[in-house]
Structure formats: C-alpha cells, structure tokens
C-alpha cells in the first residue's frame, strides 16, 4: 500500500493534485480544503489510501493520518464507498465527524449530498463504536485562496450537483468569502453552499 507521497506539486485540478516522485507524476484525489493548503512548484506531503477496483486503481490524498484513517474507517460502513466517504470529508473535519456520531447529530450527516435521513441514522448505528471519540476544538483548517471559486465549483459538481445548482451556490456564498478576505475556509464555504442547496431544494 502507498501510505504516503511527498515531492513538487507538479500540477492543481479542482479536485486532485499531481505530485512528482522520482520523476513520475502520480495523480491523488483530494477534498478542497486539501486542495487549497497546496500550491504548483512547492513541496507536499500527503497522507494516501489505494482504492483497488477491477477497472481501476485510484489514489486518495489527505493532509493528515488523522483525515486518511477516517476515509478508511467511514468506508467500513455498508453502503459508504471511496466517493461518499471524501463527500463526508469535503463538508466535515475527521473531528467533527466523530463529534456528529458521538451526539447522534443527523442533521450533520444529512449535510452531506446523497446522505438522507434513513442513511443518516444507519451510518450513526454503525460507524457509533469504530470513529472513536473527538479529539478537541474544531480544526481551524486552510485560508482560502484566490481560486476558491473554482475549487468550490469543482467540489459541488464532484458531489453530483448540477452545473446551474454549482454557479448559484458559488454566488450564493460569494459575499461571505469576501467578508472575511483570507480568513475563510473552503470546507466552511462548501458547507454554507450545502446548505443554501438545501434550502433550495
């Protein structure tokens, strides 16, 4: 198993990145707020998890151990693939995630596109003993950059949005990425589309 990669980003998607090692580009998945803590040309190192299905072999890429052990744990229960389970993370820190399950908060799960009600309850049931408990604060995480816009569109179409649902969504939290200038996150933005699609729906 590859359990981690480091060397130059060699490029930036909205959602993966490609890093070079020993002079191979190895394309990696990653949620936005990931994404937004890495820049072409500099160093990296991310935490990884090789998904093996018969037609593929894909590389997800974490900041953390703690974000990749989460993605692994979250895919122990039924129904939750590779997909689902960095939907989880696009929208919720490892630790807020743990804190939604430790207080059986729904309304957390249900944040997540393609998680209902019914699906909620379920994953709170059998993920209850095997994330553990939340470590402390929430993770101040990654200061937006200036192509948040991008990496958030990516994000809600990745999540299986539409591409009208997307540009609303992106113009819906527009003002308050503005508001706070560098001092805001794109998982915080992801979650207050979330919710503004939500609504809308």
Sequence with gaps: MIAFVSGPVAALAPDSAVVEV???????QCTPNTLSGLRTGRQAKLATSLVVREDSLTLYGFADDDERQTFELLQ????????????????????ALR???ATADEKALTAVPGIGKKGAQKLL????DRLG????????????????????????????YATREADEAVAAVT???EAAGGAVQVGQLLRAALQTLNRAR
């Design 22 to 28: 020993g002079g191979i580009g190895i394309a990696v």
């Design 76 to 95: 122990t229960a039924s129904g939750v693939g590779p997909r689902l389970a960095q939907a989880m993370l696009a929208v919720h820190t490892p630790d």
């Design 99 to 101: 804190r939604a399950v």
């Design 125 to 128: 049931l059998e993920l209850k």
């Design 133 to 160: 408990e939340p470590l402390g604060a929430p993770a101040i995480g990654t200061a937006v950059t200036s192509g948040w816009r991008d990496q958030l569109h990516a994000a809600l179409i990745g999540l299986g």
């Design 175 to 177: 003002p308050q990425a």
